[in-house]
């Protein structure tokens, strides 16, 4: 959950160094003005560098992250893009932002896309494949990746609670052609709003930056106003107070990362010898970003007793099974799209998604962890089942 949790004055420093040097708010220009303060940048290449990616484009969101990554591919009308049925509806949104068809695989027992219904869904349309490591926890890259190269179709990994996390060695944001990030308030780094997106390649990057830019290419040969530009765009740009709190919160992620894999491991211990009890599965060669700890019980009747034990006892819940209906596929009647392409009947187009997520519980993992939690989640739990 974590970023938020350690706020303190290194971000207000970051900012103040933007004020001490001429309060230039706006990524690009303003060069004699700014005395080599260039925040947005700077925060950029670190975590370009953290990730291991050549290039890393800071965004407004994690939601524009995602469309700026489909309109770098040219996915546009008339294009299939497949994603999983838990996500968050920003995925989709982001689709269908782009106006393309968007494609709903199940989740297997990993709880994200399940590669098989991911070779079903593929057609001579699908034009993009969007894979997310949902709460924490890496998606099948190697099968996904293996179903994807066959067909040669870019995956594009949502990494928005991925941050951090790995999968064979791997940062995850880094394993597809490009990988989007979210710091919103919620995730794992935050900026407030804020996102960016990741690649290794070139002539992505640069329509990329153009396009999140209004076409802007940035050519050093002319001045701004006179820009080049061979494409049309929108307005993406980060500013440089989001991007100075990142720089700060990039600092910090090894902690959060450290403390919420220890608190993880903590919690797991103590509620797993309870009865009736199983755990999310991980794919092997996966260092999660330890965002949540995600249990099954028997059925959807439990999952709510086991939320409602928790909440009296002063402990949330994340997401499961409270918030699902913002999280999962089936229940986003509110997108004719989507209803067109998957329905008519949402609630029965995604059979075992449905039966996973709905006897499912996620206690969210925090940083600063309350020493008497563990005790208290497995009193909370043993006294339902
Ligand atoms: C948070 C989130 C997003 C969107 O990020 P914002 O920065 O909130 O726009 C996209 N996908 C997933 C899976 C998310 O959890």
């Given at each position: 959950?974590?970023?938020?949790?350690?706020?303190?004055?290194?971000?207000?420093?970051?900012?103040?160094?933007?004020?001490?040097?001429?309060?230039?708010?706006?990524?690009?220009?303003?060069?004699?003005?700014?005395?080599?303060?260039?925040?947005?940048?700077?925060?950029?290449?670190?975590?370009?560098?953290?990730?291991?990616?050549?290039?890393?484009?800071?965004?407004?969101?994690?939601?524009?992250?995602?469309?700026?990554?489909?309109?770098?591919?040219?996915?546009?009308?008339?294009?299939?893009?497949?994603?999983?049925?838990?996500?968050?509806?920003?995925?989709?949104?982001?689709?269908?932002?782009?106006?393309?068809?968007?494609?709903?695989?199940?989740?297997?027992?990993?709880?994200?896309?399940?590669?098989?219904?991911?070779?079903?869904?593929?057609?001579?349309?699908?034009?993009?494949?969007?894979?997310?490591?949902?709460?924490?926890?890496?998606?099948?890259?190697?099968?996904?990746?293996?179903?994807?190269?066959?067909?040669?179709?870019?995956?594009?990994?949502?990494?928005?609670?991925?941050?951090?996390?790995?999968?064979?060695?791997?940062?995850?944001?880094?394993?597809?052609?490009?990988?989007?990030?979210?710091?919103?308030?919620?995730?794992?780094?935050?900026?407030?709003?804020?996102?960016?997106?990741?690649?290794?390649?070139?002539?992505?990057?640069?329509?990329?930056?153009?396009?999140?830019?209004?076409?802007?290419?940035?050519?050093?040969?002319?001045?701004?106003?006179?820009?080049?530009?061979?494409?049309?765009?929108?307005?993406?740009?980060?500013?440089?107070?989001?991007?100075?709190?990142?720089?700060?919160?990039?600092?910090?992620?090894?902690?959060?990362?450290?403390?919420?894999?220890?608190?993880?491991?903590?919690?797991?211990?103590?509620?797993?010898?309870?009865?009736?009890?199983?755990?999310?599965?991980?794919?092997?060669?996966?260092?999660?970003?330890?965002?949540?700890?995600?249990?099954?019980?028997?059925?959807?009747?439990?999952?709510?007793?086991?939320?409602?034990?928790?909440?009296?006892?002063?402990?949330?819940?994340?997401?499961?099974?409270?918030?699902?209906?913002?999280?999962?596929?089936?229940?986003?009647?509110h997108m004719p799209e989507l209803v067109n392409s998957c329905g008519p009947d949402?609630?029965?187009?995604?059979?075992?998604?449905?039966?996973?997520?709905?006897?499912?519980?996620?206690?969210?993992?925090?940083?600063?962890?309350?020493?008497?939690?563990?005790?208290?989640?497995?009193?909370?739990?043993?006294?339902?089942?």
């Amino acid at each position: 959950m974590p970023g938020f949790e350690l706020i303190d004055m290194q971000e207000l420093e970051e900012i103040r160094e933007i004020f001490d040097n001429g309060g230039v708010l706006f990524r690009h220009s303003f060069d004699d003005l700014r005395h080599g303060i260039y925040k947005v940048r700077t925060f950029e290449q670190a975590f370009a560098q953290k990730v291991g990616a050549k290039y890393a484009l800071a965004v407004t969101s994690g939601t524009a992250a995602l469309r700026v990554a489909l309109a770098t591919l040219g996915i546009g009308a008339g294009d299939e893009v497949i994603t999983q049925s838990f996500t968050f509806v920003a995925t989709v949104e982001a689709i269908i932002e782009s106006r393309a068809r968007p494609v709903v695989t199940e989740i297997d027992e990993t709880l994200n896309m399940d590669p098989a219904d991911l070779a079903a869904k593929i057609t001579h349309r699908t034009r993009a494949i969007i894979p997310v490591h949902m709460l924490g926890v890496p998606a099948r890259m190697d099968e996904i990746k293996r179903v994807a190269e066959e067909r040669h179709i870019p995956v594009i990994e949502d990494t928005a609670w991925g941050c951090g996390g790995k999968y064979r060695g791997r940062s995850l944001g880094t394993l597809g052609a490009l990988g989007t990030y979210s710091f919103d308030y919620a995730k794992a780094m935050t900026t407030g709003e804020g996102g960016m997106v990741v690649t290794s390649d070139t002539s992505l990057y640069q329509r990329a930056a153009a396009y999140h830019d209004h076409g802007h290419e940035n050519n050093p040969a002319v001045p701004r106003w006179e820009d080049t530009r061979s494409g049309s765009g929108f307005n993406y740009r980060m500013s440089e107070l989001q991007g100075a709190v990142g720089l700060a919160q990039l600092r910090k992620l090894e902690r959060v990362l450290a403390a919420q894999r220890g608190h993880k491991k903590v919690l797991r211990d103590v509620i797993s010898t309870i009865p009736g009890i199983s755990f999310r599965q991980i794919p092997d060669g996966s260092e999660e970003a330890a965002d949540a700890l995600i249990f099954h019980v028997v059925d959807h009747v439990s999952a709510r007793r086991v939320r409602d034990a928790l909440v009296t006892a002063g402990v949330g819940t994340k997401i499961l099974p409270e918030a699902i209906i913002w999280h999962f596929a089936g229940t986003w009647t509110h997108m004719p799209e989507l209803v067109n392409s998957c329905g008519p009947d949402l609630s029965v187009a995604f059979p075992r998604s449905k039966d996973l997520l709905g006897r499912s519980v996620a206690i969210p993992v925090t940083v600063k962890m309350a020493s008497d939690l563990p005790e208290k989640i497995k009193k909370s739990v043993q006294s339902v089942l």
